[in-house]
């Protein structure tokens, strides 16, 4: 599930969108990327071409459609603030990995061509990071789980599994990229970390719906459910709230060992701050002791949010924090205030 | 659905419009290449926004509506940026007698080259039409399979899109947005299965419409692009604009200025 | 008499899930006649028109000019008989207006000239030449209605099927169809619910319930005959009685 401010009646605001730009990376590594995520869907347009009547695949396409608009259909979280569904994991469990990293590939391409989300040369980078491993391994993992004709609270947990594995290990991606790039120069562990923690409850949210529509699919049109239809059962009391409790626990220990695991680095952070003076250029006016040292350190002083905490993982934390919330306020002040329009006459 | 967003100035008219869409995929692709080979502290030079400015302004495409859409996909950037002027301690030389810290230096090159690169973006999508852009995708060896998805996809969005928001106005008609998170969250699960069921029947629909019509498993599209002296003039334009600039920074990082 | 253009004996078809949707049709049509398809919700309209058109293979015969209807030649009559659905977004599927009129020439093997014939044809007359380059979802309705009859025309089919054409139309661009397909051509099998529109275009009805034909004539005595309206869950219909306009 990706997180967004809604406006009644404009697309989405996202907000956790993992969509990198063109600029967050160099060119070898972009292009790079590239050529090892075409090669992978070419792969999975074969396989597809091999299990689906090849007349038909074209039409795939027309699943590209409905993620986008089952993006459109919003799961409240907290007042002005929605989720939604971003699919790769229920593609996969719904039409089986290959298919649906061709969907997702469809949709990051149009996402960057129609709506500028991602840029054109990351495009290597997002289709790997929230499509090909999302499905590919939140598929390998719900079969893994599910096993044979799992009973609900099995399938909850398969797709649980999956789905947090899938989104975590693709957001992991992000910041190996940008440090593989090494265009901004972020500490991977922190980076690492924020990402991962975010995504645990992204993924979390998206384990809850995917569950929901597979739950709702398997009771209302089983045989819609093609690939993977012998597999489920009708899931029959739904999603029971010890499961969805058992999972919110799962997701707190996780996020409080990420938590702590971050600020455990403001030790090793600090040594990196002391290291300035060893750098390159400082190191040749070190001896002078003239004002660019001291520039440097005032300079420092002044970034830091509090004098006292030089520490970076509060700092980070609250930076965070600071963006979240402008970011918020933007989207805020963009969404129109009036109620959802009556439907305009057709024609 | 309200295509006043998509398509809404890809039916205009103008210079830019009517170049060949491989032309335009080549110059910004270019374009995006030398702006994320300039060195990790390197500014881009003011003339890096000549491109896109041309590309815009030529285009009829207003300002605020490349500010806008950049905005809403900045996020991520904007959080990455702020995050590396944190933690990017490392002292960099900024012209003669200036050191800052590597974090601000970063955080204004990338959001510079980020804006520069959008507006580029922008300019690409928004002058050209949506089946153009993919025709010139195909031309320029994008994989057939690939682009015909794109050109359903494109084509069933807003129908999709739109059955979404009916659905949504009528839940919203019947609860008035209101009631227990457990009981919309089901709800909302629902309405995407009604969606995907409605997407396979449509899939199936569309696929008897097709064979009714003489499809046997090869979708064949006729009009073909072709390149006028405009867009070789303009290919050449960029290609020579490009190498000026980045020969120039190059020049300039030898000269160790 | 010259053979009927359509000649159905004993068309029998059964839905996979067990459904009998046709139950033993037989019918004739000749060169040129325009025949009205009517019958209450799910009396097998559809069934037939499909039938028809050879993308559901019953049982029985299906002969479109002498040419039986059989799995293997079914391709071949492709062109020959032209099938308009219920839905407009289900038959424009292609980018731009253009290419879906196109799409059917296209896979014909005509050549690129004669595409564009055939496209410009088709175009004028629904009156679509505006929106070639235009999307599917730029157009309404009405204009949405007409491209896919037009899609369909391309490939100038000598027998044109069409399940419910006015359906979702607006008093105006209803009449403006029926204006059109009075003016072309074409064999017509038109199924409606629509009286008027069959009244209006069609000298004779055919009248289908639970997948058999049960009356066969001219319109004014079916559609005006009550009780056997009446039998089979329609209205009547009369000369000079027009919908709401």
């Given at each position: 599930m990706a997180g967004e401010v809604t406006?009644?009646?404009?697309r989405p605001f996202v907000m956790?969108?993992?969509?990198?730009?063109?600029?967050?990376?160099t060119p070898g590594v972009a292009v790079g990327f590239i050529a090892l995520s075409a090669a992978v869907l070419a792969l999975a347009s074969w396989q597809t071409r091999v299990r689906f009547d090849p007349a038909r695949v074209p039409l795939m396409g027309v699943m590209g459609a409905f993620v986008f608009a089952a993006q459109m259909i919003n799961f409240p979280v907290l007042p002005g603030t929605s989720g939604h569904l971003v699919g790769a994991v229920l593609l996969a469990i719904l039409l089986g990995p290959h298919a649906a990293t061709l969907v997702m590939a469809s949709i990051l391409i149009v996402q960057c061509l129609i709506?500028?989300?991602?840029?054109l040369l990351a495009l290597g980078t997002n289709i790997l990071n929230m499509g090909i491993i999302p499905c590919y391994l939140g598929y390998a993992v719900f079969v893994g789980v599910a096993g044979?004709?799992?009973?609900a609270g099995r399938l909850y947990a398969a797709v649980f599994v999956a789905t947090m594995v899938g989104m975590v290990a693709g957001a992991a991606m992000v910041p190996l990229e940008v440090v593989l790039s090494g265009v901004a120069a972020v500490p991977l562990p922190q980076f690492l970390l924020i990402m991962i923690g975010l995504h645990l409850l992204v993924g979390l949210g998206e384990a809850i719906i995917t569950f929901l529509v597979v739950g709702y699919l398997s009771k209302?049109?089983?045989?819609?459910?093609?690939?993977?239809?012998?597999?489920?059962?009708?899931?029959?009391?739904?999603?029971s709230s010890g499961a969805v409790l058992a999972s919110f626990l799962v997701v707190a220990l996780l996020l409080g060992g990420v938590v702590s695991l971050f600020a455990s680095q403001f030790p090793d952070a600090l040594e990196s701050r002391t290291s300035v003076e060893d750098a390159p250029g400082a190191a040749m006016v070190k001896p002078n002791e003239n004002e660019i040292i001291v520039g440097v350190s005032e300079l420092q002083e002044r970034t830091a949010?509090?004098?006292?905490?030089?520490?970076t993982s509060f700092s980070g934390v609250v930076g965070t924090l600071i963006t979240l919330s402008v970011v918020w306020l933007i989207g805020v002040s963009l969404r129109r205030r009036r109620q959802e329009p009556a439907e305009p006459a057709r024609e | 659905m309200h295509h006043h967003y998509i398509d809404r100035f890809a039916y205009q008219d103008s210079p830019i419009h009517r170049l060949d869409p491989r032309a335009k995929i080549l110059g910004v692709l270019a374009y995006s290449v030398v702006l994320i080979s300039l060195g990790r502290h390197e500014l881009p030079a003011?003339?890096?926004?000549?491109f896109p400015a041309i590309l815009l302004l030529w285009g009829g495409i207003p300002l605020w509506f490349v500010a806008k859409h950049t905005l809403i996909v900045s996020p991520f950037v904007v959080c990455l940026v702020v995050f590396s002027a944190i933690f990017d301690a490392e002292p960099v030389r900024v012209g003669a007698s200036l050191t800052v810290r590597g974090g601000w230096v970063t955080a204004s090159t990338v959001m510079i080259r980020f804006i520069l690169g959008m507006a580029a973006l922008i300019a690409l999508a928004s002058t050209t039409r949506f089946p153009e852009l993919l025709k010139g995708l195909e031309n320029l060896g994008v994989p057939r399979l690939l682009v015909t998805q794109l050109r359903f996809l494109y084509r069933y969005l807003f129908l999709l899109a739109d059955q979404a928001m009916h659905l949504r106005q009528a839940r919203r008609a019947r609860d008035g947005g209101r009631g227990p998170l457990r009981w919309r969250w089901r709800s909302s699960a629902g309405l995407i299965g009604v969606l995907f069921v409605r997407t396979l029947e449509q899939a199936e629909r569309t696929h008897l419409a097709m064979i009714a019509r003489g499809y046997d498993g090869t979708i064949r599209l006729t009009r073909p692009l072709r390149f006028q002296d405009a867009d070789w003039l303009f290919l050449a334009a960029t290609a020579a604009y490009l190498i000026l600039l980045r020969g120039g920074h190059a020049l300039r990082g030898l000269a160790g200025v | 008499m010259s053979d009927p253009l359509l000649d159905i004996q004993g068309l029998a078809y059964t839905y996979a899930?067990?459904?009998?949707?046709?139950?033993g049709v037989d019918l004739a049509v000749a060169e040129g006649e325009k025949v009205g398809l009517v019958g209450p919700n799910g009396s097998g309209k559809s069934t037939l028109l499909m039938c028809v058109s050879g993308l559901f293979i019953g049982k029985g015969t299906v002969r479109v000019e002498g040419v039986e209807l059989t799995s293997s030649r079914v391709k071949a009559i492709r062109g020959r008989v032209g099938l308009v659905f219920q839905s407009p977004d289900d038959q424009l599927f292609m980018p731009t207006l253009a290419d879906d009129l196109a799409f059917g020439p296209v896979n014909l093997g005509l050549s690129d000239a004669q595409v564009q014939q055939r496209v410009s044809e088709a175009a004028s007359q629904m009156s679509l030449t505006a929106m070639?380059?235009?999307?599917?979802?730029?157009?309404?309705m009405g204009q949405k209605r007409n491209a896919a009859i037009a899609s369909v025309l391309a490939m100038q089919p000598v027998l044109l099927l069409m399940d419910e054409?006015?359906?979702?139309?607006?008093p105006r661009s209803r009449r403006r169809l029926i204006e059109v397909l009075a003016s072309l051509d074409a064999t017509m099998v038109i199924a409606a619910h629509d009286l008027a529109l069959v009244g209006r275009l069609c000298r004779r009805v055919m009248v289908i319930d639970e997948g058999r034909i049960v009356a066969d004539g001219a319109t004014t005595e079916i559609l005006g005959n009550a009780t056997l309206m009446k039998e089979h869950g329609l209205e009547v219909w009369q000369q000079g009685t027009e919908s709401v306009e």
């Amino acid at each position: 599930m990706a997180g967004e401010v809604t406006a009644p009646d404009e697309r989405p605001f996202v907000m956790l969108a993992m969509h990198m730009a063109n600029e967050l990376l160099t060119p070898g590594v972009a292009v790079g990327f590239i050529a090892l995520s075409a090669a992978v869907l070419a792969l999975a347009s074969w396989q597809t071409r091999v299990r689906f009547d090849p007349a038909r695949v074209p039409l795939m396409g027309v699943m590209g459609a409905f993620v986008f608009a089952a993006q459109m259909i919003n799961f409240p979280v907290l007042p002005g603030t929605s989720g939604h569904l971003v699919g790769a994991v229920l593609l996969a469990i719904l039409l089986g990995p290959h298919a649906a990293t061709l969907v997702m590939a469809s949709i990051l391409i149009v996402q960057c061509l129609i709506f500028q989300d991602g840029g054109l040369l990351a495009l290597g980078t997002n289709i790997l990071n929230m499509g090909i491993i999302p499905c590919y391994l939140g598929y390998a993992v719900f079969v893994g789980v599910a096993g044979r004709q799992p009973r609900a609270g099995r399938l909850y947990a398969a797709v649980f599994v999956a789905t947090m594995v899938g989104m975590v290990a693709g957001a992991a991606m992000v910041p190996l990229e940008v440090v593989l790039s090494g265009v901004a120069a972020v500490p991977l562990p922190q980076f690492l970390l924020i990402m991962i923690g975010l995504h645990l409850l992204v993924g979390l949210g998206e384990a809850i719906i995917t569950f929901l529509v597979v739950g709702y699919l398997s009771k209302a049109r089983p045989e819609s459910l093609g690939l993977v239809g012998e597999r489920l059962q009708p899931a029959g009391a739904g999603l029971s709230s010890g499961a969805v409790l058992a999972s919110f626990l799962v997701v707190a220990l996780l996020l409080g060992g990420v938590v702590s695991l971050f600020a455990s680095q403001f030790p090793d952070a600090l040594e990196s701050r002391t290291s300035v003076e060893d750098a390159p250029g400082a190191a040749m006016v070190k001896p002078n002791e003239n004002e660019i040292i001291v520039g440097v350190s005032e300079l420092q002083e002044r970034t830091a949010p509090l004098p006292d905490y030089k520490s970076t993982s509060f700092s980070g934390v609250v930076g965070t924090l600071i963006t979240l919330s402008v970011v918020w306020l933007i989207g805020v002040s963009l969404r129109r205030r009036r109620q959802e329009p009556a439907e305009p006459a057709r024609e | 659905m309200h295509h006043h967003y998509i398509d809404r100035f890809a039916y205009q008219d103008s210079p830019i419009h009517r170049l060949d869409p491989r032309a335009k995929i080549l110059g910004v692709l270019a374009y995006s290449v030398v702006l994320i080979s300039l060195g990790r502290h390197e500014l881009p030079a003011a003339w890096y926004a000549v491109f896109p400015a041309i590309l815009l302004l030529w285009g009829g495409i207003p300002l605020w509506f490349v500010a806008k859409h950049t905005l809403i996909v900045s996020p991520f950037v904007v959080c990455l940026v702020v995050f590396s002027a944190i933690f990017d301690a490392e002292p960099v030389r900024v012209g003669a007698s200036l050191t800052v810290r590597g974090g601000w230096v970063t955080a204004s090159t990338v959001m510079i080259r980020f804006i520069l690169g959008m507006a580029a973006l922008i300019a690409l999508a928004s002058t050209t039409r949506f089946p153009e852009l993919l025709k010139g995708l195909e031309n320029l060896g994008v994989p057939r399979l690939l682009v015909t998805q794109l050109r359903f996809l494109y084509r069933y969005l807003f129908l999709l899109a739109d059955q979404a928001m009916h659905l949504r106005q009528a839940r919203r008609a019947r609860d008035g947005g209101r009631g227990p998170l457990r009981w919309r969250w089901r709800s909302s699960a629902g309405l995407i299965g009604v969606l995907f069921v409605r997407t396979l029947e449509q899939a199936e629909r569309t696929h008897l419409a097709m064979i009714a019509r003489g499809y046997d498993g090869t979708i064949r599209l006729t009009r073909p692009l072709r390149f006028q002296d405009a867009d070789w003039l303009f290919l050449a334009a960029t290609a020579a604009y490009l190498i000026l600039l980045r020969g120039g920074h190059a020049l300039r990082g030898l000269a160790g200025v | 008499m010259s053979d009927p253009l359509l000649d159905i004996q004993g068309l029998a078809y059964t839905y996979a899930d067990g459904t009998p949707a046709l139950r033993g049709v037989d019918l004739a049509v000749a060169e040129g006649e325009k025949v009205g398809l009517v019958g209450p919700n799910g009396s097998g309209k559809s069934t037939l028109l499909m039938c028809v058109s050879g993308l559901f293979i019953g049982k029985g015969t299906v002969r479109v000019e002498g040419v039986e209807l059989t799995s293997s030649r079914v391709k071949a009559i492709r062109g020959r008989v032209g099938l308009v659905f219920q839905s407009p977004d289900d038959q424009l599927f292609m980018p731009t207006l253009a290419d879906d009129l196109a799409f059917g020439p296209v896979n014909l093997g005509l050549s690129d000239a004669q595409v564009q014939q055939r496209v410009s044809e088709a175009a004028s007359q629904m009156s679509l030449t505006a929106m070639l380059d235009r999307p599917p979802h730029h157009l309404s309705m009405g204009q949405k209605r007409n491209a896919a009859i037009a899609s369909v025309l391309a490939m100038q089919p000598v027998l044109l099927l069409m399940d419910e054409p006015s359906s979702n139309l607006d008093p105006r661009s209803r009449r403006r169809l029926i204006e059109v397909l009075a003016s072309l051509d074409a064999t017509m099998v038109i199924a409606a619910h629509d009286l008027a529109l069959v009244g209006r275009l069609c000298r004779r009805v055919m009248v289908i319930d639970e997948g058999r034909i049960v009356a066969d004539g001219a319109t004014t005595e079916i559609l005006g005959n009550a009780t056997l309206m009446k039998e089979h869950g329609l209205e009547v219909w009369q000369q000079g009685t027009e919908s709401v306009e």
